[in-house]
């Protein structure tokens, strides 16, 4: 997979806004408690990687609180700096925002977050794909994705590196999401340096919800969510029960059951609370198939090429949560233990590697996470300036067994490799921001990371340890405001882990040849400027120009079971985000960003970056009061992309509407229609350009553009009540 890269670091100038959320309710309740594989590609070609779609939300309602996290900004000690205002290109978003608009699977809700671009290439049972900031972060490699402070992203994965599943996220009990872009923060550590997200979970919900959806493709949902008072305590539980077909001529055949229960006490900053969550998912999945295919009319548009790929997949865990404040700060305390499990069946290449057998392979990751999360924060003031200093702990030990087989039709065949791995990180930071003048602020951090492991390979010589360590500076600084106007500044270095087999490999498992071994740690760099405006009343508007270097874009190549270093890359770019509440009844929001990605190296391949997207944007518009008729529309456009270095093969580009109407009762009775792909564009969700071979052709194989069709126009029907 990716790894973090070096390039040079610009010092940005920025400036904090008062924390500005959209107040809209979710469809169903308001917001108002505290608290895959890399298929071969052809010679002198970037290695192939993978993507996904959409978002929600319809009437507004009063103010949503935001957790402990989006505290708003002050002059004075005890408050604490929020973190929409440390970058311009921060925000906090509440759960209405996000469930407002419609969205087709549990990931699309991430596109709440600007610039985010959120696809999928397989069955609905794999993690997504994601692209931000001119990255095709694969299944989460560079994005650092948090669910009430446990890590959804793995490392030392069996499908990749960083492999991040949301499907079991319930997109109903959402209370905030935090969305940092770039390495400038000190306590985001691994798979963060191009973008962060940091969702909570309501501690309670507002009003019990019972909902049923039924839709096209075989599309059913039933969700049950409520919380009761118990004592000093409250108790919050939901089940989510769904299955869905597809358009797919070989059907999903997704069954998957999804559950919440929660225990807390007290307040986000001062309580606790003991959750656990248990999901269990298996599919048939229809993955990425050769135009040639379907040009030919070997197969449809919605048709497949090895009918027995898919998987099984499940994760259980068990978390507990401290909060204290006190007259010198806050202290916050998280420990976790996940169990995960995935089975998943892939054939990408079909008879290119095995004439005879076919190419499909399995990637199995089982794994225990045990992890730890410390924070305290001290306010006081040094020279009579308000100071803010902030300490914290994060830990976690992986212990996985993993491995690769060749398969036919899901029958073992042979094992490539099998690995029992155990891997343990410790990160240790801190910030300090100092107010020096009602118009200066700076954050001066530090981030020290060490990581560790052993590899005990099939293969001894793939066997071993391996360890290290990095250092990462962060700076920031804000100016104003003026005029209801901030600038704001930011610059740091970041790190990527790479999966460890690849820090341990001495001997390609396919071939027996020797390879290269990779480093565990590679370090990232950035920078960003950035201004944000609030001079018309309910509008805000930000602006960000940031810049991002990578030494190397390791690549960990699922299929072969191989590191591959690709080469030293930059991104540029640009982002403006608005957000527009002119009444009570209507919001607009517009988010347009443009990246410039390349390598800077010289090759005589070219420079592009394969599956980096230049331009990525997206508006949305909420209507509606709490009763009465509602509606939403979204639209998101994904543009094309270069599929090899020289840009002379490239992606479609797609632009995607999704609709919604409904009209909730007095009786908090709530009837919706949802219609996915409204103009039912016919586009890709996802395209690569690699070697593959279909039968019958000849044994070297043909280069082909490999794709990845948008379900075309779809309907949900929502029926739902409040009690």
Same mark, same amino acid.
């Given at each position: 997979?990716?790894?973090?890269?070096?390039?040079?670091?610009?010092?940005?100038?920025?400036?904090?806004?008062?924390?500005?959320?959209?107040?809209?309710?979710?469809?169903?309740?308001?917001?108002?408690?505290?608290?895959?594989?890399?298929?071969?590609?052809?010679?002198?070609?970037?290695?192939?990687?993978?993507?996904?779609?959409?978002?929600?939300?319809?009437?507004?309602?009063?103010?949503?609180?935001?957790?402990?996290?989006?505290?708003?900004?002050?002059?004075?000690?005890?408050?604490?700096?929020?973190?929409?205002?440390?970058?311009?290109?921060?925000?906090?978003?509440?759960?209405?925002?996000?469930?407002?608009?419609?969205?087709?699977?549990?990931?699309?809700?991430?596109?709440?977050?600007?610039?985010?671009?959120?696809?999928?290439?397989?069955?609905?049972?794999?993690?997504?794909?994601?692209?931000?900031?001119?990255?095709?972060?694969?299944?989460?490699?560079?994005?650092?994705?948090?669910?009430?402070?446990?890590?959804?992203?793995?490392?030392?994965?069996?499908?990749?590196?960083?492999?991040?599943?949301?499907?079991?996220?319930?997109?109903?009990?959402?209370?905030?999401?935090?969305?940092?872009?770039?390495?400038?923060?000190?306590?985001?550590?691994?798979?963060?340096?191009?973008?962060?997200?940091?969702?909570?979970?309501?501690?309670?919900?507002?009003?019990?919800?019972?909902?049923?959806?039924?839709?096209?493709?075989?599309?059913?949902?039933?969700?049950?969510?409520?919380?009761?008072?118990?004592?000093?305590?409250?108790?919050?539980?939901?089940?989510?029960?769904?299955?869905?077909?597809?358009?797919?001529?070989?059907?999903?055949?997704?069954?998957?059951?999804?559950?919440?229960?929660?225990?807390?006490?007290?307040?986000?900053?001062?309580?606790?609370?003991?959750?656990?969550?248990?999901?269990?998912?298996?599919?048939?999945?229809?993955?990425?198939?050769?135009?040639?295919?379907?040009?030919?009319?070997?197969?449809?548009?919605?048709?497949?090429?090895?009918?027995?790929?898919?998987?099984?997949?499940?994760?259980?865990?068990?978390?507990?949560?401290?909060?204290?404040?006190?007259?010198?700060?806050?202290?916050?305390?998280?420990?976790?233990?996940?169990?995960?499990?995935?089975?998943?069946?892939?054939?990408?290449?079909?008879?290119?590697?095995?004439?005879?057998?076919?190419?499909?392979?399995?990637?199995?990751?089982?794994?225990?996470?045990?992890?730890?999360?410390?924070?305290?924060?001290?306010?006081?003031?040094?020279?009579?300036?308000?100071?803010?200093?902030?300490?914290?702990?994060?830990?976690?030990?992986?212990?996985?067994?993993?491995?690769?087989?060749?398969?036919?039709?899901?029958?073992?065949?042979?094992?490539?490799?099998?690995?029992?791995?155990?891997?343990?990180?410790?990160?240790?930071?801190?910030?300090?921001?100092?107010?020096?003048?009602?118009?200066?602020?700076?954050?001066?951090?530090?981030?020290?990371?060490?990581?560790?492991?052993?590899?005990?390979?099939?293969?001894?010589?793939?066997?071993?340890?391996?360890?290290?360590?990095?250092?990462?500076?962060?700076?920031?600084? *804000? =100016?104003?405001?003026?005029?209801?106007?901030? &600038?704001? $500044?930011? %610059? #740091? +270095?970041?790190?990527? !882990?790479?999966?460890? /087999?690849?820090?341990?490999?001495?001997?390609?498992?396919?071939?027996?040849?020797?390879?290269?071994?990779?480093?565990?740690?590679?370090?990232?760099?950035?920078?960003?400027?950035?201004?944000?405006?609030?001079?018309?009343?309910?509008?805000?508007?930000?602006?960000?120009?940031? *810049? =991002?270097?990578?030494?190397?874009?390791?690549? &960990?190549? $699922?299929? %072969? #079971? +191989?590191?591959?270093? !690709?080469?030293?890359? /930059?991104?540029?770019?640009?982002?403006?985000?608005?957000?527009?509440?002119?009444?009570?009844?209507?919001?607009?929001?517009?988010?347009?960003?443009?990246?410039?990605?390349?390598?800077?190296?010289?090759?005589?391949?070219?420079?592009?970056?394969?599956?980096?997207?230049?331009? *990525?944007?997206?508006?949305?518009?909420?209507?509606?009061?709490?009763?009465?008729?509602?509606?939403?529309?979204?639209?998101?456009?994904?543009?094309?992309?270069?599929?090899?270095?020289?840009?002379?093969?490239?992606?479609?580009?797609?632009?995607?509407?999704?609709?919604?109407?409904?009209?909730?009762?007095?009786?908090?009775?709530?009837?919706?229609?949802?219609?996915?792909?409204?103009?039912?564009?016919?586009?890709?969700?996802?395209?690569?350009?690699?070697?593959?071979?279909?039968?019958?052709?000849?044994?070297?194989?043909?280069?082909?553009?490999?794709?990845?069709?948008?379900?075309?126009?779809?309907?949900?029907?929502?029926?739902?009540?409040?009690?």
């Amino acid at each position: 997979m990716r790894g973090c890269a070096a390039g040079c670091i610009a010092l940005s100038f920025a400036a904090t806004s008062c924390t500005a959320q959209a107040e809209q309710a979710l469809p169903q309740v308001t917001v108002d408690a505290p608290a895959d594989a890399k298929p071969k590609p052809p010679p002198r070609r970037a290695p192939a990687t993978a993507a996904r779609e959409g978002r929600a939300i319809p009437a507004p309602s009063a103010p949503a609180p935001s957790s402990s996290t989006a505290l708003t900004a002050s002059a004075g000690p005890g408050a604490r700096i929020a973190p929409e205002d440390q970058a311009a290109s921060s925000r906090v978003i509440t759960g209405a925002e996000i469930n407002a608009l419609p969205f087709m699977r549990p990931g699309e809700a991430l596109e709440a977050a600007p610039g985010l671009v959120v696809t999928q290439h397989s069955g609905e049972g794999k993690a997504n794909q994601y692209f931000l900031r001119g990255f095709n972060l694969d299944h989460g490699t560079d994005l650092a994705i948090t669910i009430d402070g446990m890590p959804v992203n793995m490392p030392t994965h069996g499908h990749g590196q960083g492999y991040a599943d949301v499907n079991f996220l319930i997109a109903e009990l959402i209370g905030t999401m935090t969305v940092r872009k770039g390495p400038y923060f000190a306590d985001v550590g691994d798979f963060g340096s191009a973008g962060a997200l940091g969702i909570e979970y309501l501690r309670a919900m507002p009003k019990n919800l019972a909902e049923v959806t039924v839709g096209s493709f075989g599309y059913r949902r039933l969700l049950g969510a409520g919380s009761t008072r118990v004592g000093d305590g409250t108790w919050l539980a939901a089940f989510e029960a769904s299955t869905y077909n597809g358009p797919w001529d070989v059907p999903d055949n997704v069954r998957k059951l999804n559950g919440v229960l929660r225990y807390s006490q007290g307040t986000a900053t001062d309580g606790f609370s003991l959750t656990g969550m248990a999901y269990s998912n298996r599919w048939t999945s229809t993955d990425q198939v050769a135009q040639r295919a379907i040009d030919s009319g070997l197969i449809g548009r919605y048709g497949s090429l090895d009918p027995t790929d898919g998987g099984i997949s499940s994760r259980y865990s068990l978390s507990g949560r401290f909060a204290k404040s006190s007259d010198i700060g806050q202290t916050d305390l998280n420990a976790y233990v996940i169990r995960s499990s995935l089975q998943l069946y892939n054939n990408f290449t079909y008879f290119l590697d095995d004439p005879v057998n076919g190419d499909q392979f399995n990637q199995y990751d089982r794994r225990t996470v045990l992890g730890l999360n410390g924070t305290q924060r001290f306010d006081y003031r040094f020279a009579g300036l308000p100071v803010e200093t902030r300490i914290g702990l994060q830990t976690r030990a992986d212990n996985i067994d993993l491995g690769l087989d060749k398969t036919l039709r899901r029958d073992w065949l042979s094992t490539v490799r099998a690995d029992e791995v155990s891997e343990q990180s410790l990160g240790l930071w801190t910030d300090t921001t100092v107010r020096w003048t009602d118009w200066l602020r700076t954050t001066a951090g530090v981030r020290q990371d060490f990581f560790t492991g052993r590899v005990i390979s099939d293969n001894p010589a793939n066997s071993g340890n391996a360890s290290a360590s990095m250092t990462s500076p962060k700076v920031g600084i *804000v =100016l104003g405001p003026w005029a209801s106007t901030e &600038f704001y $500044g930011n %610059a #740091g +270095t970041g790190l990527h !882990s790479n999966d460890i /087999r690849g820090a341990t490999i001495t001997v390609d498992p396919n071939s027996g040849d020797p390879v290269n071994r990779v480093p565990l740690l590679v370090r990232s760099k950035g920078a960003e400027l950035g201004i944000r405006n609030k001079s018309i009343p309910e509008l805000t508007t930000s602006l960000a120009v940031f *810049v =991002l270097d990578f030494d190397s874009e390791l690549l &960990f190549v $699922g299929d %072969a #079971g +191989t590191t591959e270093a !690709s080469r030293p890359s /930059r991104r540029v770019g640009i982002e403006w985000t608005s957000q527009y509440r002119p009444l009570s009844w209507l919001g607009v929001d517009l988010d347009v960003a443009y990246t410039k990605a390349r390598f800077t190296d010289f090759d005589p391949a070219g420079d592009f970056i394969p599956g980096a997207p230049a331009w *990525v944007a997206s508006a949305g518009i909420t209507l509606g009061e709490q009763r009465g008729w509602f509606g939403a529309l979204k639209g998101r456009y994904f543009g094309p992309r270069p599929l090899i270095e020289d840009d002379s093969v490239r992606s479609l580009s797609s632009l995607i509407f999704n609709a919604r109407a409904g009209y909730r009762f007095d009786n908090g009775v709530r009837l919706q229609l949802d219609v996915l792909n409204l103009f039912n564009a016919k586009t890709n969700q996802i395209e690569y350009y690699y070697l593959s071979r279909l039968p019958g052709e000849p044994l070297g194989g043909t280069s082909d553009r490999h794709v990845h069709p948008v379900e075309p126009l779809a309907v949900r029907l929502t029926l739902a009540g409040t009690f």
